[in-house]
């Protein structure tokens, strides 16, 4: 890896979502050489690296507030197809390549980069994960990111968890490198506000109908009633218009306007971290929120009402010491968080976080100072290995069983005219309306 006296890493990021932008840009600066991305945020630091990043074009492509709400600014930024992408890894060098996607679309890069890096003495280290706590599809999610040269575990309890399954399977689980949230971060709570200040943070698809949003939101008003003297907030995902990584069909803000909320409460969107600077008590059904709130020792509760249910993603938090309902919460209920089931999820809460990526480093320079380069990416799913399921998903990305670029795929010999560029932008304009406009609503109908 370079030194500091010599050119910065060159480091790539290929996102799909907002939130895979988040993870993955965070990621990058955290694995980077030099200082510390902590460091590396006073003005007068040497930034040991430079970062491109990539975004898949699609109905969930962020937008530039939700990109400018991450805090880390990219050298260059670009939106690019599947296949677009894959020619610029053919014709431009990086050292370290982060492929923040669904579990498909890596396993669909990293087949259509061995067929584009064919015949290269170097290649870039490329790096994988997921962005958050990992309650559903393991075998899935995992098999599909297998490949890489590291597969990050956002903890010890998922490192092992990770290892376990390729073991399983016959992969090799060499890749598997344990790290934290990358952000994480943040001042520790220290005392109550003026006002108390209770947030919930929702998420986009948890839960998933009118019913349950509905209940939420009036429980939520009902404490804001209940406690005048609070300030009660209610942090949203995204704005009317923006696209997430799930798909929203019941925006809160819009469920919200059939409702008569007090003063004291408010619609909040934003920076997660610059909410928690204020937050006396984070309240969410599963979201990763919670683990950002654990780290800075502030009081966090998982909620019960609508049961602990792997469809909600709460049964992961078994064993925090953080679950409870409304009812409790409504009584002067708060929630000690378990030390130990704590350490296991990568919160850090100890202090112990400034050295949660040394691992992930340490890997990365030795990958790129081994002589005679990398060995080819070598995937558990091959079309022999999977030759019913993995075709499918290359075909997704206009990709053929070997990863070469299918005919007629979209740019795949040259960078589109104006035309066709104009004709792109209002395809994709109609694609994303029918899927978060028309679908929702046919669906609701066929519910009557």
Known sequence: MPSSTSKPTRIAVLADSDTRWKWGA?????????????????????????????????????????????????????????????????????????????????????????????????????????????????????????????????????????????????????SVTEVALPFLGGETYTGEHDPYTVVFAVQPSVPDNRRDRLYLLDRLIRHARLHPEREVLLKLRSRPGEHTTH??????????????????????????????????????????????????????????????????????FVGSGCLASWDQLDAGHRPVPDEEWVARQGVAADGTYAGAFDAARERIAELLARTGGLAPLAPYYTPETAPGYLPGILARHHLGPDGAPLPGAPAHDKEPGPVRQIVRRAARGAYRHGVQRVAPVIRRMGEL
């Open 247 to 316: 798909i929203e069909e019941l925006p809160y803000q819009k469920l919200v306007q059939r409702l008569d909320p007090p003063a004291n409460f408010r619609l909040v969107y934003g920076n997660m971290g610059e909410v928690l600077d204020r937050t006396d008590l984070l309240v969410t059904i599963s979201s990763t929120a919670a683990l950002e709130s654990l780290h800075r020792r502030i009081p966090t509760v998982v909620l019960t009402d609508l049961g602990i249910r792997e469809v909600l993603g709460n049964h992961h």
């Open 26 to 174: 965070l990621t990058a600066a955290r694995i980077a050489p030099g200082p510390s991305m902590e460091a590396a945020e006073r003005e007068d630091a040497q930034v040991g690296f430079e970062l491109s990043g990539f975004l898949l074009r699609g109905r969930a492509t962020p937008t530039a507030r939700q990109l400018a709400e991450v805090g880390v600014t990219a050298d260059s930024l670009r939106e690019v197809t599947s296949v677009e992408f894959l020619r610029a890894m053919a014709e431009e060098e990086y050292d370290v390549l982060v492929l923040a996607l669904v579990g498909g679309g890596v396993q669909a890069m990293l087949h259509g980069l061995g067929h584009a890096w064919e015949g290269r003495t170097s290649r870039p280290v490329v790096v994988t994960g997921y962005v958050g706590v990992v309650y559903e599809k393991l075998a899935d999610g995992l098999l599909l990111r297998h490949g890489a040269d590291l597969v990050l575990a956002n903890s010890r309890q998922d490192a092992e968890r990770f290892r376990a399954v390729y073991e399983g399977v016959g992969a090799d689980a060499s």
